[in-house]
């Protein structure tokens, strides 16, 4: 276990361009291809983990299914996701998971929420740069819709963009401010797509 750093930066749609030029001129260079990001955020009955984001309690946490490229969870490689946000900072565990269909079915248990039954998808599209220490995300076309596997629900369109930037918690804040000199601001995609579509 490794914590992170994860600082998430407004960039309007507007700005996008200059932004990705910012990122160039500053020898930020794609990690890898732009891929298609699905998942599917859980949460117990009371819905504690998205009031919990809300209020910005620490610790806490977020659980989710993920996979890359299909929304075809029952064929294609999914990972068991979660992430926690402690009061020294935020990590991530993550698996392969071949049990997805029982996992929707039944739900997962948690030892802090309990069972936690499946609440909402999400999809977007994911670009990736790296420089140094420093890796940031651009996350565009984000979607959401209440999870039903019986019942084909519509996608409700983001029209923000999500950027993050993700480094070793050793980086201080002071640091990382003067390196990235934008705005910051606070953006959760499950806490936005519980508010759009429940």
Same mark, same amino acid.
């Given at each position: 276990?490794?914590?992170?750093?994860?600082l998430?930066?407004?960039?309007? !749609?507007?700005?996008?361009r200059?932004?990705? %030029?910012?990122?160039? !001129?500053? /020898?930020?260079? $794609?990690?890898?291809?732009?891929?298609?990001?699905?998942?599917?955020?859980?949460?117990?009955?009371?819905?504690?983990?998205?009031?919990?984001?809300i209020?910005?309690?620490?610790?806490?946490?977020?659980?989710?299914?993920?996979?890359?490229?299909?929304?075809?969870?029952?064929?294609?490689?999914?990972?068991?996701?979660?992430?926690?946000?402690?009061?020294? /900072?935020?990590?991530?565990?993550?698996?392969?998971?071949?049990?997805?269909?029982?996992?929707?079915?039944?739900?997962?248990? %948690?030892?802090?929420?309990?069972?936690?039954k $499946?609440v909402?998808?999400?999809?977007?599209?994911?670009?990736?740069?790296?420089?140094?220490?420093?890796?940031?995300?651009?996350?565009?076309?984000?979607?959401?819709?209440?999870?039903?596997?019986?019942?084909?629900? $519509?996608?409700?369109?983001?029209?923000?963009?999500?950027?993050?930037?993700?480094?070793?918690?050793?980086?201080?804040?002071?640091?990382?401010?003067?390196?990235?000199?934008?705005? !910051?601001i606070?953006?959760?995609?499950?806490?936005?797509?519980?508010?759009?579509?429940?």
């Amino acid at each position: 276990m490794s914590f992170r750093r994860e600082l998430k930066l407004k960039i309007d !749609q507007k700005n996008l361009r200059l932004f990705r %030029d910012w990122l160039n !001129q500053n /020898n930020f260079i $794609p990690l890898h291809k732009k891929r298609l990001v699905h998942s599917i955020y859980f949460d117990n009955l009371n819905m504690h983990m998205f009031f919990h984001s809300i209020e910005g309690l620490v610790p806490r946490k977020k659980i989710r299914i993920r996979n890359y490229d299909t929304e075809n969870y029952d064929q294609s490689k999914n990972f068991l996701e979660k992430k926690i946000s402690s009061v020294e /900072n935020r990590f991530k565990i993550s698996k392969s998971t071949s049990d997805t269909i029982n996992l929707l079915k039944f739900g997962i248990f %948690d030892k802090d929420y309990g069972i936690c039954k $499946p609440v909402v998808r999400v999809s977007y599209l994911r670009e990736y740069f790296k420089y140094s220490n420093f890796r940031v995300t651009i996350d565009t076309n984000i979607c959401y819709k209440k999870f039903n596997r019986i019942v084909s629900k $519509p996608w409700k369109k983001d029209r923000r963009i999500a950027v993050e930037i993700k480094c070793s918690s050793d980086i201080s804040l002071e640091y990382i401010f003067n390196k990235f000199p934008f705005e !910051q601001i606070r953006f959760s995609k499950y806490t936005n797509a519980v508010e759009s579509v429940l």
